[in-house]
């Protein structure tokens, strides 16, 4: 079993809609969820992230930790065709247990315009 | 600041040569690392490094080898080429512990091996 599993999709969404990206994941130990965001040919960039468990928002971007399902969700409201990209769930322990990121393999996400 | 910079951009070698891909970041980041990504495959770590003179194996070590002489560059050396090395590169650094959940990459070397 991956430590982190991520759908690779790809996701197709007309423009405006709400996009719901998720991770599950299998370590208890982490602590920290980021999501990454990648333009084709490019690297990825930090999007959003999140401390244990909980929502954070920002702008259009939701992200949400739910540490006692192992569970993740990134959520774009008001997509956008510059949205379209592909999108990388991150998750590594706390301080105290080592600092190596683990990557999901990514979800590829178009916006229709 | 120019961030992370890699070089080169494209690169197609025969089996059996050998290169080096060149990485450096400008942001005095303590922290920098190796990953390929395969398509479908996400991101796997290489070789990491937490300062000057210090490396150590990731995930996917063999067939590479790493330095860190200084803190802006950490260099990757493909020594025998293979086609299982057919990847896109990328290097990355970040603070460390300060901020332990951000990475800066840089825009990726792609490598061919044929």
């Known amino acids: 079993q991956k430590e982190v599993e991520q759908d690779p999709g790809p996701l197709s969404v007309p423009e405006g809609a709400i996009v719901s990206l998720n991770c599950t994941y299998s370590n208890s130990a982490f602590q920290y969820f980021m999501w990454y965001r990648q333009y084709s040919r490019k690297g990825p960039e930090l999007l959003m992230y999140?401390?244990?468990?909980g929502n954070k928002e920002d702008g259009r971007f939701t992200a949400q930790v739910d540490k006692s399902s192992k569970y993740i969700s990134l959520f774009i409201r008001d997509s956008q065709p510059s949205d379209s990209a592909t999108y990388l769930c991150?998750?590594?322990?706390?301080?105290?247990?080592?600092?190596?990121?683990?990557f999901g393999a990514g979800t590829r996400l178009f916006v229709k315009a | 600041n120019a961030g992370v910079t890699q070089t080169p951009k494209f690169r197609i070698l025969k089996i059996g040569q050998s290169m080096t891909l060149q990485c450096a970041q400008d942001?005095?980041?303590?922290?920098m690392y190796w990953y390929r990504q395969d398509p479908g495959m996400g991101l796997k770590l290489i070789y990491y490094s937490v300062g000057a003179g210090i490396t150590d194996k990731g995930e996917v070590p063999n067939g590479y080898n790493v330095s860190r002489s200084t803190t802006e560059d950490f260099p990757l050396r493909l020594e025998l080429a293979a086609p299982s090395q057919t990847s896109v590169y990328f290097c990355?650094?970040?603070?460390?512990?300060?901020?332990?959940?951000?990475?800066?990459f840089g825009p990726g070397t792609r490598l061919t091996v044929t």
């Open positions: 999140t401390y244990s468990s």
């Open positions: 991150a998750m590594r322990p706390g301080n105290t247990g080592g600092f190596k990121t683990i």
């Open positions: 942001m005095n980041h303590n922290y």
């Open positions: 990355a650094s970040s603070p460390g512990s300060r901020i332990p959940y951000e990475q800066y």
